[in-house]
């Protein structure tokens, strides 16, 4: 009896196109591929995928057991402001909390800066009459039928969606609870939140301020879901809905309706864990990921682990809440060019999105952008087709680079090169202090490139920032879904340490327990097949009188011996020195949270059998030869096809190297090695190639 197959699927919904990633779980063989997105219905174009899988590839939906998928539908609502009408339920005298903030100019070196504008407006956030001092205990006791008739009268002004943000509930929450409960029952058809259920630590602006976004996005997010697994049952799709979450892990649709805030990052983090995955393969635990889309380039550090961050900033807003430590940089390959008023080319930060996009794509573009750089210096022969069907328009690229190298006073050529030299210093400028904020060198790391465009480009950085080698994934147009399929379940819990505390040893062992106890629940209720389970525990500390917090991984087994809160405090130490070149080493230190990280790890499918084999050093044959544009000058190119290419070859530029997902430039100063899994591997010349250094040892 022959047995049915069964898949895994992973999905990466971008602005121009739905990336899709189909793992036979038996065999681990994995198909891949675009399809363009709905922006005004993003669901429809995951079933367009599905669609295309029973239609033309003969995949039953129903073997499809196993469903992930990253998202940015929650980050664009919030970036556009185009999310619910949102009403703020706070204590008593506390109605400014999100028009006060933190009293931070965004630029403080400009007095004419515009005033973020808070999410919620002023009319909308009402008062409630309720109040606990900083222990916790009840000095005014909620007034719940007063509450009540506020929402009432919100509702009746069109207001659908509330956050509730009660002074000092992370140290307790019974009045929270007991609100959002009542609300809950007396208005079913509204949406309710509260900031104990979204994030209990203290800081209430931050805290206050991750509620609203939840309460922004969420019910757009539920009727996403909601569409989305309908759309499944319709087409004969029944494995469970997943999603990934800001932190690398999944979550259940369901979760992520109650928990909007969580998936902001979405995208950007299932890249990051494709990152990891595929460095794991190759060998690599040092890596730095380059995801290079139309808009941006979002970096991501690999040590071991991918790095995490507990405060980062979305558009106008700080998210305490644990993420993938995600920066941007640079431009991306819409980025428009132009010229300033004295006559200076510059790229970005403008770009010409998805629509109308490049010039290039025929979709009314018009002005000059990274991507017709590309088109001009000859990285795409005239006859090729992208993923998803797009076909280049070299004559549009030609049109609108000529719209500003007139102006200039150069050739469109001239141009185009320049517009790649100021892209790569503008990711240089920005990328060389990131790394420095971080305490790590460059040079100890590895480029991984993905995304639409980041294989374009990361041989032009690389060469600048001095790193070790660039890898190119098998498929990098589609790392972001592949990666989904490698996250596991994985959860944060936090508690906000007392101040003042005599023992501290004794009231961290007590913390951690009781998170940790909760995170074993929350892990149990998940409806997600796991083979291991994996606590990490983890403090805030700080320096006596400081206002940030370093967060510093607990060595051991988590007991707190009088030995082992001696190592967390020289761990705390290290990682100061690590970060500032220097530490205080008799310096009083706090610890302001408790932190407890649940990680379930899901069944894998099969690992893929390596690709075919030449001997070491091999030069494949090309599929074409021609021009590029290399450094100003026009200088003879080979193009390969992808598909072609076996482990072992080895390739030199400057060359193209054609794949369904992206294009691949290696210039003239590198040199490139395919592995045994597919990823190719490039150095600068004079530094030996993995056969080579194979050979030697």
Not at 267 to 279: D, F, I, Q, Y
Request: aromatic share 6%.
């Amino acid at each position: 009896m022959t047995k049915t197959p069964a898949y895994r699927l992973g999905i990466d919904i971008g602005g121009t196109f739905t990336d899709l990633a189909l793992v036979d779980e038996a065999t681990g063989e994995t198909m891949s591929f675009k399809t363009p997105s709905v922006p005004s219905d993003p669901a429809q174009a995951v079933l367009n995928g599905v669609t295309i899988l029973r239609d033309e590839h003969g995949i039953d939906p129903a073997s499809i057991r196993y469903f992930v998928h990253g998202t940015t539908l929650g980050l664009n609502t919030l970036l556009q402001r185009n999310g619910d009408r949102t009403g703020l339920l706070v204590t008593e005298g506390f109605r400014d909390l999100l028009e006060i903030g933190r009293l931070r100019l965004p630029d403080p070196t400009n007095y004419y800066v515009e005033r973020i504008r808070p999410l919620v407006q002023r009319r909308d956030v009402r008062e409630i009459r309720e109040r606990l001092d900083v222990t916790g205990r009840v000095l005014t006791p909620l007034d719940l039928p007063a509450a009540e008739a506020q929402v009432a009268a919100m509702e009746a002004e069109g207001v659908h969606s509330f956050a509730i943000v009660l002074m000092h509930s992370y140290r307790n929450s019974a009045h929270e609870a007991a609100l959002v409960a009542h609300l809950r029952a007396r208005f079913p058809g509204l949406y309710f939140c509260a900031s104990h259920e979204v994030w209990p630590q203290q800081r209430e602006y931050e805290r206050g301020l991750v509620t609203a976004i939840n309460a922004y996005i969420g019910q757009r997010m539920k009727v996403y879901f909601d569409r989305l697994h309908a759309g499944m049952e319709g087409i004969g799709m029944t494995a469970r809905l997943m999603t990934t979450k800001s932190n690398g892990g999944i979550m259940t649709a369901a979760s992520a309706g109650a928990a909007p805030v969580e998936t902001l990052l979405s995208g950007p983090a299932s890249g990051a864990m494709g990152a990891l995955a595929c460095g794991r393969q190759a060998g690599y635990d040092r890596l730095i990921g380059f995801d290079m889309g139309g808009t941006s380039v979002d970096v991501a550090i690999v040590e071991g682990d991918v790095l995490y961050s507990n405060e980062s900033q979305i558009g106008d807003f700080p998210i305490i809440m644990p993420t993938v430590d995600i920066s941007s940089i640079g431009a991306g390959g819409g980025s428009i060019a132009w010229q300033d008023a004295s006559g200076i080319l510059k790229v970005g930060p403008q770009s010409a999105g998805a629509r109308p996009g490049p010039a290039a794509y025929g979709f009314g573009g018009t002005a000059p952008t990274v991507t017709d750089a590309y088109v001009r210096i000859g990285l795409y022969a005239p006859d090729r087709v992208l993923g998803g069907g797009l076909k280049l328009d070299h004559a549009k690229a030609e049109a609108a680079l000529a719209s500003l190298a007139g102006p200039l006073g150069i050739s469109t050529a001239e141009l185009a090169q320049g517009i790649l030299d100021v892209t790569t210093a503008n990711m240089y400028a920005q990328f060389m202090p990131l790394m420095a904020r971080k305490g790590l060198d460059p040079r100890d790391f590895k480029l991984l490139a993905y995304g639409g465009a980041g294989a374009q480009h990361a041989f032009l950085l690389a060469r600048e920032v001095g790193v070790e080698a660039v890898l190119v994934p098998a498929s990098p147009g589609t790392l972001c879904a592949q990666g989904s399929l490698s996250a596991d379940l994985r959860q944060d819990f936090i508690r906000t340490m007392p101040s003042g505390q005599h023992d501290i040893a004794a009231a961290l062992g007590t913390a951690f327990e009781e998170l940790s106890k909760d995170a074993r629940v929350w892990l149990d209720e998940q409806p997600v097949e796991v083979t291991e389970t994996q606590l990490r525990l983890a403090a805030d500390m700080r320096y006596r009188g400081q206002s940030f917090d370093l967060t510093v991984q607990l060595p051991g087994d988590g007991s707190f011996s009088e030995e082992a809160m001696a190592a967390l405090h020289d761990a705390f130490h290290e990682a100061y020195r690590t970060i500032y070149g220097f530490a205080d080493e008799k310096g009083a230190v706090e610890i302001t949270n408790a932190r407890v990280t649940v990680l379930g790890l899901t069944p894998r499918a099969a690992s893929p059998q390596e690709i075919a084999r030449v001997a070491p050093g091999t030069r494949p044959t090309p599929r074409l030869t021609g021009t590029l544009i290399e450094d100003g000058a026009a200088v003879p190119a080979s193009f390969y096809d992808r598909t072609t290419l076996c482990a072992g070859h080895v390739i030199d530029g400057p060359a193209v190297i054609e794949a369904a997902d992206t294009t691949i430039y290696l210039p003239g100063d590198f040199t490139a090695e395919i592995d045994a899994h597919g990823n190719l591997i490039g150095r600068l010349h004079g530094r030996a190639t993995q056969s080579e250094q194979e050979t030697a040892a």
